[in-house]
């Protein structure tokens, strides 16, 4: 392995960024590809596919024999609101492979009796963040209501490209979402990322099972990673 | 089950290996590139060696490391990777196996 890779392989994985380290079996030689660097051919196509999936494996490509091998952050799920969907959430989503944090300013709300077990900060989204920024590999879920504690969040999410952005909330009450996220300074394009009413439509009416809805909408999103037109927000 | 979403640097492979090359060492970097049946470690997973026959991370449940650090030994003098198989220890030219019954190709490579 070249040294050079190992290093920026690294420096890639500390940064919670994905990479394929692609070494040619014949020769040894390697190199490093990040996501939606453009390599053509059936090398490529298979590359896309380590990505998305995160699984390792060598490919045969232009008669030589590849190994890809893929490294993805592990994704996680922040939720903004200590609620009744949150208590649900946390742990189906830990066993799903989304470790999640939760974030809630109301103490009431955010108390280790409620969450057992669960990274828990009750503080304003605005001070977390600062400490633990959101990245594209994190899936954020605001599910308070107020718009005082979510839309800080909702805003920084778009701004970090979070791979999923999910708000609770009729249309309705999506509608004035918009109008302050505009002001905001979002994007329309960003804005259409957020998945709202939150969740798969699969009917849910408990909490619980608006937590399943949320959960599977975030593991579509987590999956199908890049098949949507890469690059539409600036 | 780990839970943390950043690297352990105290056990990853990968970072041990960069901080040995920073300290001087030479150092052989062994992945899992292909399993058949019941394997213990995912594809892509590591062991790193350096030339004093330290070894970090693995590429099976322990038994056939021993193997792939000799092969590493090798590697490090000679500069020239290899590919290693290893399936049930009766059924191979290897002296070690995978008691588990399965099957896999680990590539042997030296950093730098």
């Known amino acids: ?31 490093i590809v990040r996501e939606g660097d453009r390599v053509a051919g059936e090398l490529g196509a298979a590359i896309a596919s380590a990505f998305r999936t995160g699984n390792s494996g060598s490919v045969e490509a232009e008669g030589r024999t590849f190994f890809l091998n893929a490294h993805l952050p592990r994704p996680r799920l922040v939720v903004i609101g200590a609620v009744h969907i949150s208590q649900a959430l946390a742990p189906m989503a830990r066993i799903a492979g989304y470790p999640v944090e939760i974030i809630d300013p109301r103490s ?12 828990l900060h009750a503080e304003w989204p605005e001070d977390v963040l600062k400490r633990e920024p959101l990245d594209s590999y994190t899936a954020l879920a605001a599910v308070t209501h107020d718009p005082k504690i979510d839309d800080f969040a909702l805003k920084a999410a778009l701004d970090a490209r979070c791979f999923y952005v999910g708000a609770l909330g009729s249309r309705k009450t999506h509608a004035k ?4 996220l505009l002001a905001l300074g979002a994007s329309a ?4 990322r957020i ?4 969740g798969l439509d699969i009917g849910a009416a408990s909490p619980a099972e608006i937590a399943v809805a949320v959960l599977a909408q975030t593991i579509h999103a987590f999956r199908s990673r890049g098949l949507e037109s890469k690059g539409a927000v600036a | 089950m780990d839970e943390s979403i950043y690297l352990d640097e105290a056990r990853d492979p990968l970072i041990i290996a960069e901080g040995w090359m920073k300290d001087g060492k030479d150092v052989a970097i062994a992945t899992v590139v292909e399993t058949w049946g019941s394997a213990p470690r995912p594809v892509g997973s590591h062991l790193v060696i350096d030339a004093g026959g330290n070894f970090h ?3 099976s449940g322990g038994c056939v490391e021993g193997a792939v ?5 090798d590697v490090i003098g000679s500069g020239r990777a290899r590919m290693l198989e290893f399936g049930v220890a009766d059924e ?5 196996g995978l008691s588990c019954g399965g099957r896999i190709k680990v590539y042997v490579e030296r950093l730098g």
Request: hydrophobic content about 45%; charged content about 30%; proline content about 4%.
């Open chain 1, 195 to 198: 998945h709202a009413p939150i």
């Open chain 1, 189 to 192: 394009d960003q804005i259409a």
């Open chain 1, 177 to 180: 979402r918009v109008e302050r």
């Open chain 2, 92 to 96: 191979t030219a290897w002296q070690v």
């Open chain 2, 57 to 59: 991370g693995s590429v």
């Open chain 1, 1 to 31: 392995m070249d040294p050079y890779v190992l290093k920026t392989l690294n420096e890639e994985r500390r940064a919670r960024r994905a990479a394929v380290l692609v070494t040619d079996l014949g020769d040894g030689r390697d190199r």
């Open chain 1, 108 to 119: 009431a709300f955010a108390t280790p009796e409620r969450f057992h077990g669960v990274a």
């Open chain 2, 69 to 73: 650090v000799a092969e590493a030994i």
